[in-house]
């Protein structure tokens, strides 16, 4: 006996989303804030960033979006490697330098950084820091979708990040001391 198709033959168009109500749509899913680092021969560069998750723990790999329109996608092709910073609740600011149209130099210089294994900067007092290599990308709509192999981990410690939810940010986090389970 063959199981059911997933799909019913019969094609029917669904209605078109229309991209506002995708975006508004989207505003509701919860997401950690991260500044996506690198550095170089194509120099040094970041963005922030909440279209980050996990593919995979064989090899861990994380997947990255990037928008090729951005000034810095050129800077990450070239280089090949990336940090993915996982931004604590106290790092609100930086999310807002990297975000934006500041300068590099600007940017870096608001935190403490160190080169990771890849060279690509980690941001010291991170929740948690995931240094990779680009292992390949694929081109969606107008970003492309990085496929980083981590090869070093950073924590600190950290029990509250930063969430990005319904266009605003949020420290969420529980006291491990006060943790009912």
């Keep these: 006996m063959s199981a059911a198709p997933l799909v019913d033959a019969t094609l029917v168009e669904p209605a078109q989303v229309d991209r506002d109500a995708f975006r508004s749509a989207m505003s509701q899913l919860g997401a950690a804030v991260n ?54 609740g106290h790092h609100e600011h930086l999310s807002g330098l990297f975000g934006g149209k500041t300068p590099v130099e600007e940017r870096f210089a608001a ?12 941001l010291t007092d991170a929740v948690v820091s995931f240094d990779c290599t680009i292992d390949t990308s694929t081109d969606i709509g107008t970003h492309q979708v990085l496929f980083c192999k981590v090869l070093g981990i950073h924590e600190t410690g950290s029990n509250i990040p930063l969430i990005y939810f319904k266009r605003a940010y949020h420290r969420i986090g529980i006291s491990v001391e006060t943790c009912p389970y």
Excluded: E, Y
Aim: aromatic share 6%; glycine share 8%.
């Design 35 to 88: 500044i996506i680092t690198t550095d170089g021969p194509a120099g040094k560069a970041g963005f922030a960033a909440s279209a980050v998750c996990s593919v995979t723990d064989t090899p861990p790999t994380l997947l990255v979006c990037l928008n090729r329109s951005s000034s810095v996608f050129q800077t990450f092709a070239a280089n090949r490697t990336l940090c993915v910073n996982v931004l604590a």
């Design 111 to 122: 935190a403490t950084w160190k080169p990771g294994t890849t060279g690509a900067p980690v």
